[in-house]
C-alpha cells in the first residue's frame, strides 16, 4: 500500500560525530557517537508509474532515472546510496513502485560527518512512510548498511547509521557492536566547545584502504584461531592474547590489532571521564586516539597531523584528534569557550601559512536522530 500521488513524505537524517572510538565498529568494538545537526533531507512523493521514478540531488543540481525492476550500481554516482537501499528493501520482501525523490542538505562532503549514512537513513525514513514499510529502526541498520556494502562498495560497520538513526540532543551514545545494544550518555563538556577543523583534503583513499584495513583486522583473528583459541574478532582479543600470538603476526597486522583493542579501552575511559567531568583526562584520550591512528592504524595525512600537532601546546585545547575513515576530512577538537575565537584566528592562520587553503570549521553539538517531517 501507499500513498496518494499527490502526497509527498519528507524526513531528515543527521550527520555524525564520533568522539571516540574509530575504526572500531566493523571490530565488533565499542563507539561513541552523536548525531549533529547538520543533517540531510530527503522528499519521496509516489508516480503513477509501476516500478519507474527519478532521483534528485538539489545541490548538484543532477537527477538519474530509474527502474525498480532493473536496479545496479552507477560507477562513481552519489545515486548509489538510494540505488542501493532500493535494491536492499525489494530484497527483504517489501514492495517499492515507482517515486520521484530529491535530497539536499548541509553536511559538507568529504569532511567525515557521514553524509553518507544521512542521505540514506533520510531516505529510508521517508520511504518507510511514503510505501507504510513499518521497519523498524534496527532494520534500517542493517538494510541501509547492506545498501552500502553491496551498491558503494565500502564495507562499513554500522556506527554512522546507528548514530543518524538513534541521535538524542545532549547526549552521546555509547554503541556495543558486538551486541548491538547501546545507552545514552550525557554530553556536558562544562565550558568546553566541540569545534571540527576541515582540512578540505579530500580522502579518496579512505574507500579502498578502509577496506584493506578491515581485511587486516581480520586476518589477526584468522591467525590466533588457527593457533587454537575461539575469537570471532578483536573484540575477544586482549592485549595479553594479541602478545601470546605475536610471531604469528606480520609487524603491520599486529599494529593494527594493537591499536583496536587500546581504543576500545579508550572509549570506556571516555565514558567514564564524562560521567565525571574530568574534560583534561577526556582530551589526552583524544591525543593518544590519534597518534594511535597516525602510528599504528596509518590513516592520517600531513594536514591532519599537523592541525592535531599545532594544538598540543595551546593551553585552551584539551584534545584534538582526527576524526573519520582517514586521509582527510576533520579534526575534532575541544576547545575553551572563551578563547574558541582566538583558537579559531590562530589555527586558520597557520593552516593558510603552511597549505596555502582557508580551513572552514564548524560548531556542532549532539542533537536528534532521523525524523519524519510530514
Known sequence: ???????????????????????????????LPAAIKQKITFSVTPNSLESSGTITALDLGETISF??????????????????????????????????????????IGAGLSSSAALLC???????????????KEEWMYLTQKAEHHFVGTNCGLMDMFASLHGKENHLMLFDCQHINFQYVPFDLKNFHLILLNTLVSHQLASSEYNTRRKECEEVVTVIRKN?????SLRDVSMDLLNENRKSLSDTIFKRAKYVIEENTRVLKAVHYLENGDIKSLGELLYETHFGLKNDYEVSCQALDFLVSFTEYMPEVAGARMMGGGFGGCTLNLVEKDA?????????????????????HYFVEPSVGATLLS
Open 122 to 136: 533520510s531516505a529510508a525514513t521517508a520511504l518507510d512512510k511514503c510505501f507504510n514499510l513499518n521497519k523498524s
Open 228 to 232: 587454537g583459541t575461539d575469537v570471532y
Open 1 to 31: 500500500m501507499r500513498l496518494n500521488k499527490t502526497e509527498m513524505v519528507t524526513a531528515f537524517a543527521p550527520g555524525r560525530i564520533n568522539l571516540i572510538g574509530e575504526h572500531t565498529d566493523y571490530n565488533n568494538g565499542f563507539v
Open 340 to 360: 574558541s575565537t582566538a583558537f579559531l584566528s590562530k589555527m586558520k592562520e597557520a593552516y593558510f601559512n603552511a597549505f596555502g587553503i582557508d580551513l572552514p
Open 67 to 108: 527502474d525498480l525492476n532493473h536496479l545496479a550500481p552507477i560507477p562513481h554516482s552519489w545515486s548509489n546510496y538510494v540505488l542501493g537501499l532500493c535494491h536492499e528493501i525489494i530484497k527483504s520482501g517489501s514492495k517499492l513502485t515507482g517515486f520521484d525523490g530529491s535530497f539536499g542538505g548541509d553536511i559538507p
